[in-house]
């Protein structure tokens, strides 16, 4: 429905990590706005990635038959509701030297960036979803945002995936009460009111700043002066976040009160940071984000399964039936947290489609068989259409498992409008998933 004469406020804000963040539009907020004027705007792409830790039980992962005749598996079949919209693959690898045996942090180093990371020193590659970022990012709040349910910082089997430059890790953020207070600010609820003065203020806080680091940089050394520099850079960021956000216009929220924490319950605290995620896409405060269902070689158990062992424990399963088996519980658990997730994106409308829609989101595990450390023949997803350019409801099988993952990337970033020519390992793109 299109409103002619009504307009809407368009300079209402929302504070967050001290600065104030702004909301996309709505239709009705702009007046005289015809439909076609909306039909011929390109809709927003956004990519996402959800990965889980320590793989699958592949015979109970890998669907039946091939192409559009694909039948689910049972770690699948909860995502069997969304099967339109998504595109199961296997025979995909992230393995960029064979030579060396797979370990944790090598998977999780080398997963979204395609390089073998340097023994004794963090050296590896940007990521995909950085370089995503160094695009999409200049529209939004938040360039990306890094999440988790466990603490990824810090430890080789801690850092997380993400590389912003070959020797930048960047942390993740487990708390959902922080990650609420990041994006909205630190009132009990998402609140707009009186967000315009708090912009005021952040904006001269900034400029104080500003200049009273250009007079300290007269006095220090070049050492000093790098690191000086590298403040500055952050301080630009909050300040690009200020711009963005009083070119923002506004929209209603759904209401959602600040969490005390992260709950007791792990499928509680997935959900919740799926709600958040939601929030923040819906509000256009970012257009890529990473979220990782827990730390690598994660020791968090499941009772919610009648499952009493840790995860890591179960993953070197070394074929044993009773660990199989409940690896292909919580692979179908998994598989049960990430259809809520795609629920909400697509219940809510943009448009003509849904969020989901004008989404692209991988969803995958780092390791395959992972009594191995295999990352040969990855179980990879890849939901959402990213505004029309994915056709989904097939399984893509690709021959034997010397096709690199990093292949797959360049097609997404291709498809958000991202174009790249090469990324750690790839040798091209995937042509078979073009609609």
Same mark, same amino acid.
């Given at each position: 429905m299109f409103?002619e004469k009504?307009?809407?406020?368009?300079r209402?804000?929302?504070r967050?990590?001290?600065?104030?963040?702004?909301l996309?539009?709505?239709?009705?907020?702009?007046?005289?706005?015809?439909? %076609?004027?909306?039909t011929a705007? +390109? #809709?927003v $792409?956004?990519?996402?990635?959800?990965i889980?830790? &320590?793989?699958?039980d592949? @015979?109970?992962?890998?669907p039946a038959?091939?192409g559009?005749?694909?039948?689910?598996? %049972?770690?699948l079949a909860?995502? +069997? #509701?969304h $099967?339109g919209?998504m595109?199961v693959?296997?025979? &995909?690898?992230?393995?960029? @030297?064979?030579?060396?045996?797979?370990?944790?942090?090598?998977?999780?180093a080398?997963f979204?960036?395609?390089?073998?990371p +340097?023994?004794?020193?963090?050296q590896?590659?940007?990521?995909?979803?950085q370089?995503?970022?160094?695009?999409?990012g200049?529209?939004?709040p938040?360039?990306?945002?890094?999440l988790?349910?466990?603490?990824?910082?810090?430890? +080789?089997?801690?850092?997380?995936?993400?590389?912003?430059s070959?020797?930048?890790?960047l942390?993740?953020?487990?708390?959902?009460r922080?990650v609420f207070?990041?994006?909205f600010?630190?009132?009990?609820?998402i609140?707009?009111?009186?967000?315009?003065?708090?912009?005021?203020?952040?904006?001269?806080s900034?400029d104080s700043?500003t200049?009273?680091?250009a007079?300290?940089k007269?006095r220090?050394?070049?050492?000093?002066r790098?690191?000086?520099?590298?403040y500055?850079?952050?301080i630009?960021?909050?300040?690009?976040?200020?711009?963005?956000?009083?070119?923002k216009?506004?929209?209603?929220?759904?209401?959602?009160?600040?969490p005390?924490?992260?709950?007791?319950?792990?499928?509680?605290?997935?959900?919740?940071m799926f709600d958040?995620?939601t929030?923040?896409?819906?509000?256009?405060?970012?257009?890529?984000?990473t979220f990782?269902?827990?730390?690598e070689?994660t020791?968090?158990?499941?009772?919610h399964?009648?499952?009493?062992?840790?995860?890591h424990?179960?993953?070197?399963?070394n074929?044993?039936?009773?660990?199989?088996?409940?690896?292909?519980?919580?692979?179908?658990?998994?598989s049960?947290?990430f259809?809520?997730f795609l629920?909400?994106l697509?219940?809510?409308?943009e448009?003509?489609?849904t969020?989901?829609?004008?989404?692209l989101?991988?969803?995958?595990?780092?390791l395959?068989v992972?009594?191995?450390?295999?990352q040969r023949?990855?179980p990879?997803i890849?939901?959402?259409?990213a505004?029309g350019?994915?056709?989904?409801?097939?399984?893509?099988?690709?021959?034997?498992?010397e096709?690199?993952?990093?292949?797959l990337?360049?097609?997404?970033?291709?498809?958000?409008?991202?174009p790249?020519?090469?990324?750690?390992?790839?040798?091209g793109?995937?042509?078979?998933?073009?609609?």
């Amino acid at each position: 429905m299109f409103v002619e004469k009504k307009h809407l406020p368009r300079r209402t804000f929302l504070r967050g990590a001290g600065v104030c963040l702004g909301l996309p539009l709505l239709e009705a907020m702009v007046p005289a706005l015809t439909a %076609e004027k909306l039909t011929a705007a +390109a #809709p927003v $792409r956004r990519l996402g990635f959800v990965i889980y830790p &320590l793989g699958v039980d592949q @015979d109970r992962w890998r669907p039946a038959g091939e192409g559009a005749n694909f039948q689910f598996s %049972e770690a699948l079949a909860p995502l +069997a #509701p969304h $099967r339109g919209k998504m595109v199961v693959m296997s025979g &995909l690898s992230s393995d960029p @030297d064979r030579s060396k045996a797979g370990f944790h942090d090598r998977a999780l180093a080398s997963f979204l960036t395609g390089v073998e990371p +340097a023994k004794g020193k963090v050296q590896v590659g940007i990521s995909v979803d950085q370089l995503a970022a160094r695009t999409l990012g200049k529209d939004t709040p938040f360039a990306s945002l890094e999440l988790s349910t466990e603490n990824n910082n810090g430890g +080789a089997a801690h850092v997380g995936p993400v590389f912003k430059s070959a020797t930048t890790p960047l942390p993740f953020e487990y708390n959902p009460r922080r990650v609420f207070e990041r994006l909205f600010g630190e009132g009990g609820r998402i609140d707009p009111v009186a967000a315009a003065a708090r912009d005021a203020a952040d904006r001269s806080s900034l400029d104080s700043v500003t200049e009273r680091i250009a007079e300290l940089k007269l006095r220090l050394g070049a050492a000093d002066r790098r690191k000086l520099d590298e403040y500055v850079e952050s301080i630009r960021d909050v300040e690009r976040r200020i711009q963005v956000a009083a070119q923002k216009r506004p929209m209603d929220l759904p209401a959602m009160a600040r969490p005390a924490g992260a709950p007791d319950s792990w499928p509680e605290h997935v959900k919740l940071m799926f709600d958040l995620q939601t929030l923040a896409v819906q509000a256009d405060l970012t257009r890529v984000w990473t979220f990782m269902y827990a730390r690598e070689a994660t020791s968090i158990n499941y009772p919610h399964l009648g499952i009493s062992m840790g995860h890591h424990e179960i993953s070197h399963h070394n074929f044993e039936k009773d660990k199989l088996d409940a690896l292909a519980k919580i692979n179908v658990d998994q598989s049960r947290l990430f259809a809520y997730f795609l629920s909400k994106l697509d219940a809510i409308k943009e448009g003509g489609s849904t969020l989901l829609d004008h989404s692209l989101i991988l969803y995958g595990s780092n390791l395959s068989v992972p009594t191995s450390h295999s990352q040969r023949d990855l179980p990879i997803i890849l939901a959402g259409g990213a505004a029309g350019r994915i056709a989904g409801g097939r399984y893509l099988k690709f021959p034997g498992d010397e096709t690199p993952l990093t292949n797959l990337y360049l097609t997404m970033l291709d498809k958000v409008g991202v174009p790249t020519e090469k990324l750690g390992d790839s040798t091209g793109r995937l042509n078979r998933l073009e609609v």
